[in-house]
């Protein structure tokens, strides 16, 4: 049914002068050797590390591009139902590793630049990471299109292409996080295809007025109109040739500048309006789970939706369906409620432009979108000021009211007289001012609306969209636990354990790397003692490349004899990094009281931290400064450091992420139960071969039963106690020392300048102190003794390896 779309003149001669994908080393030399010398103008002799990357990436890059030429062309041949996955967010990391193991041609590569004088591993150091994303939920994004492509399914990504990523982290000497910008375009960025054709146009404020004739249309003028262009990222899929695409947005003004106002003499004024168009997709924001309000915020998301709408809809219509069939050709996903303008803007197209009834535009949208929630914390539910959306989106704010008028309405008649419930489930919130709650608007414009691990898909339905279960069925609400690709997170970040499982399961690699059940076959060898010897030694070796990194990077010395303790995630109050790090003082101040012979039978321990704090989050700023200036007391003192080191990994990132995580024997998740969504980076170290310390929340729980209880460290209260224990914290509230002294001690021991002068701790201590939030102080006791249980089970390594195999498989 798609369109036929042949090329001009004879197919032949163009087939003949295609590129082929099959190639040997010396196409590979030949080709970069071209690069070298004709995209990059560089000789030979004065060749660094730097341009050979730049090269053997452009050569890649043309392999990519054959695969991507050829499946978009059959994708428009056949004209499938296309999934859009619309994310903020696409924390990709680096491509070059990946694309020549995706490709088939990491071996041919590494021969290749050998014959050249290079080593591919300094190659692939020289590579920035692509850091358009702030955690779990950006690299969710990127996972999924690896997935998508991998599974051959016609998948495209929309984000927008940010001129400066998250943030760099440096610490300063006191200990605290500076930001620096991330100017990751800096050097050419090989991975991306200017479309300098495709655009859109885009318009922000102006006027919007309702046409008189009382069809509900209106007429959007006026305000300020800036230019989307397209840059393709291709995604290749692992052995396919299917090669997606995600398309990123940048904004430009459309008219270089206003020429009236430069006639005028107003040179400033008339550049402004080109300084605003360029600063929409100038910055990533930096929060994780908090909303700001910011106008600039705002139009990042309709800037984005409103362009890519304008894309999907034109190949749609390229297909030459009639409109009421789009949801028969596009499926939506809402990469949580950031997108969530689609839903009024695809009203709006349908509506003023293809000037369908409302009810008959409705039908299309609540077709068209399906959302995705990853958080139910409060402070991360994002609300508009209805002021402001009014402001800048006019038309916009008018069709949210008229969706919140024909949505209450069908409330009141489901549950007459029952105003309580239209509060609570109206789009919009009282108050001063009004706010749009985008989460209501996501639920009711979508098909289907999931959580990100069973747990928080239940606590979805039971809290913040209980209404809406009850209001709409619950069929309309379901779970998909968030997943990871073992591409990048076992076989590209470790390549021997990988080797090891192909070797061991004999089958090809590619087999296992597209069915990860088939891992279950390692459960036999962990009886196997050669076997267990072979996986112990490739952790080792892991956690030496970890120590080489730390040297070179940092100059510390880091003791790989020693059980590795990691927590990698973003800082949040939530995550509960405090409570790691107060145990690990009370671990300091254990083994202070030791004799030398007692310690000497202690387990050593290397503690690893890293994570990024947003800039304004003083409380989680506060938790860095502390985590480093225990370091520095801890890793100098005679009497322990031998037993206990700790490190505050600066700067943490996909690729920190990929030498963090296959070095780690035990890694933390210690959320307070049923805030963590799901946590993925729990996958990948169980993937790993490390296993798990953590609270029974998100996907751990999932993990536990996967992997079995007993190769599991779980403590903590549960879910359902928490609300309760908070109530008891502000009503029936108990002395520190009285409930936890252990704790008591460790916080009194910190204000006493333990770790430098006490004072500027103590707005962290205090959030314990007085209220506790998080239940750090219900949870404090039983986590000490879940860290005595790993250090017992590690103690007897035979058992700890075999733990390692199962959780693996
Ligand atoms: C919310 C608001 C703004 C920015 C980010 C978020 C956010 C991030 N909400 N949830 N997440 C994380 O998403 C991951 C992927 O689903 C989850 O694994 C993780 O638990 C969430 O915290």
Same mark, same amino acid.
């Given at each position: 049914t798609g369109k036929e779309v042949w090329p001009k003149g004879d197919e032949k001669v163009w087939k003949a002068g295609t590129r082929g994908v099959d190639q040997d080393v010396s196409d590979i030399t030949k080709s970069f050797v071209n690069h070298v010398q004709t995209s990059l103008a560089r000789q030979a002799y004065n060749l660094d590390d730097l341009g050979a990357y730049q090269a053997a990436a452009l050569s890649v890059r043309d392999n990519l591009l054959v695969n991507w030429n050829e499946t978009q062309l059959n994708y428009t041949r056949k004209a499938p139902k296309r999934a859009y996955y619309l994310s903020l967010e696409f924390l990709m990391g680096r491509t070059l590793d990946n694309a020549?193991?995706?490709?088939?041609?990491?071996?041919?590569? %590494?021969?290749?630049?050998e014959q050249l004088g290079f080593n591919m591993e300094d190659l692939l150091e020289k590579e920035r990471d692509a850091a358009l994303g702030n955690g779990g939920l950006g690299r969710l994004a990127a996972c999924y299109l690896d997935s998508g492509a991998s599974q051959e399914l016609p998948l495209w990504g929309y984000g927008l292409r940010y001129q400066?990523?998250? !943030?760099?982290?440096?610490?300063?000497?006191e200990g605290n996080q500076l930001e620096a910008p991330d100017p990751w375009l800096e050097n050419q960025n090989p991975w991306e295809l200017p479309r300098l054709d495709v655009t859109y146009e885009v318009r922000f404020y102006g006027q919007a007025e309702r046409s008189g004739s009382g069809n509900g249309r209106a007429a959007w003028t006026g305000g300020q109109e800036v230019l989307a262009v397209a840059y393709d990222v291709m995604i290749p899929g692992y052995k396919t040739k299917t090669t997606n695409n995600l398309r990123l947005w940048e904004s430009k003004p459309k008219r270089g500048f206003d020429l009236n106002s430069f006639n005028a003499g107003n040179y400033e004024g008339a550049v402004e309006s080109s300084n605003s168009a360029a600063a929409i997709t100038s910055v990533l924001y930096p929060n994780d789970h908090t909303t700001f309000g910011k106008e600039l915020r705002l139009k990042q998301q309709y800037f984005w939706t409103a362009a890519s709408l304008q894309d999907i809809l034109r190949r749609f219509k390229n297909v030459g369906k009639p409109i009421t069939? !789009? @949801?028969?050709y596009a499926a939506i996903q809402l990469n949580d409620t950031h997108p969530t303008l689609a839903i009024p803007e695809l009203m709006r197209i349908l509506i003023d432009e293809e000037e369908l009834s409302w009810d008959e535009a409705w039908k299309i949208v609540t077709n068209t979108f399906f959302y995705t929630n990853h958080t139910v914390l409060p402070e991360a539910l994002e609300k508009w000021p209805v002021p402001l959306v009014e402001h800048v989106l006019p038309r916009h704010m008018q069709i949210i009211y008229d969706i919140n008028l024909y949505f209450l309405q069908a409330v009141e008649k489901k549950f007459p007289g029952d105003r309580e419930r239209l509060t609570r489930m109206s789009l919009i919130e009282e108050g001063y001012p009004k706010q749009v709650r985008?989460? &209501?608007?996501? /639920?009711?414009?979508? %098909?289907? #609306?999931?959580? #990100?691990?069973e747990l928080h898909s239940e606590l979805v339905q039971t809290t913040i969209l209980k209404d809406f279960v009850e209001f709409e069925g619950v069929s309309k609400f379901g779970n998909v636990t968030n997943g990871v690709t073992p591409r990048r997170w076992l076989d590209q970040c470790n390549f021997e354990l990988s080797d090891l499982i192909t070797k061991t399961l004999k089958l090809e690699k590619n087999v296992w790397l597209k069915d990860l059940t088939k891992l279950e076959g390692l459960l036999p060898f962990a009886e196997n003692k050669a076997f267990r010897a072979e996986w112990a030694a490739i952790k080792q070796r892991n956690k030496e490349r970890l120590a080489r990194h730390v040297q070179t990077t940092l100059g510390l010395e880091v003791r790989t004899d020693a059980m590795f303790d990691v927590q990698i995630k973003r800082l949040h109050e939530y995550k509960r990094q405090t409570l790691n790090i107060l145990g690990v003082i009370h671990r300091y101040i254990t083994l202070k009281g030791m004799t030398p012979a007692e310690r000497k039978k202690s387990n050593r321990k290397v503690v690893f931290f890293a994570g990024k704090a947003a800039p304004a989050y003083y409380i989680a700023k506060l938790t860095i400064r502390l985590i480093v200036n225990v370091a520095r007391v801890i890793n100098a003192d005679p009497d322990t450091k031998d037993f206990l080191q700790l490190y505050f990994l600066p700067d943490y990132s996909v690729s920190l992420a990929e030498v963090l995580i296959p070095a780690s024997d035990i890694s933390q998740h210690i959320s307070t139960a049923g805030t963590e969504a799901s946590g993925t980076s729990n996958m990948k170290f169980c993937l790993n071969g490390g296993l798990l310390l953590g609270t029974v929340d998100g996907a751990n729980i999932e993990i536990a039963e996967e992997v079995g209880e007993s190769n599991v460290f779980f403590f903590g209260h549960l879910t359902p106690a #928490? *609300?309760?224990? %908070?109530?008891? &914290?502000?009503? &029936? @509230?108990?002395?520190? *020392? *009285?409930? /936890?002294? +252990?704790?008591?001690?460790?916080?009194?021991?910190?204000? +006493?300048?333990?770790f430098g002068d006490g004072a500027p701790y103590e707005p962290l201590l205090n959030t314990i102190r007085q209220g506790d939030y998080y239940l750090i102080t219900d949870d404090f006791d039983s986590y000490i003794a879940a860290l005595a249980m790993v250090d017992e089970a590690y103690l007897d390594r035979e058992e700890w390896i075999k733990k390692s195999i199962r959780t693996t498989a």
């Open positions: 020549l193991l995706n490709l088939g041609l990491k071996d041919k590569y %590494r021969k290749g630049v400066y990523g998250i !943030f760099q982290q440096l610490i300063s000497p069939e !789009f @949801p028969d985008m989460a &209501h608007l996501a /639920c009711i414009g979508s %098909r289907k #609306v999931n959580g #990100v691990a #928490v *609300e309760d224990l %908070r109530y008891q &914290h502000t009503y &029936h @509230p108990i002395p520190i *020392e *009285e409930k /936890c002294p +252990a704790l008591a001690n460790v916080l009194n021991q910190v204000s +006493a300048g333990l």
